[in-house]
Nanobody, 115 residues
């Protein structure tokens, strides 16, 4: 059964950093494009960063230069390094394939940026 489990969220002050991890089960991972998404209260879920099987990356304008997506195919894990965090980055962060598969949405991990 394919499953994605996010971790690494928490409460951080503005300007701080967090590293999110997403562990995948199943044999699809190494050949799949993956993405990090987020949903803030009252807003639609949005794509934050994507990475192809060949490690080509793409970022939303709002996080470009601050966030870095990476992957470790040996560990079936995709990461999101978040630096210079802002209050507007507060959201539940999810990983999924890119484009997303509806059946793969997990519980996500909460990131709260506040002083």
């Amino acid at each position: 059964q394919v499953q994605l489990v996010e971790s690494g969220g928490g409460l951080v002050q503005p300007g701080g950093s967090l590293r999110l991890s997403c562990a995948a089960s199943g044999s699809f991972f190494s050949s799949a494009s993956m993405g990090w998404y987020r949903q803030a209260p009252g807003k639609q879920r949005e794509s934050v960063a994507t990475i192809t099987a060949g490690s080509t990356t793409n970022y939303a304008e709002s996080v470009k230069g601050r966030f870095t997506i990476s992957r470790d195919n040996a560990k079936n894990t995709v990461y999101l390094q978040m630096n210079s965090l802002k209050p507007e980055d507060t959201a539940v962060y999810y990983c999924n394939r890119w484009p997303s598969w509806s059946r793969l949405w997990g519980q996500g991990t909460q990131v709260t940026v506040s002083s």
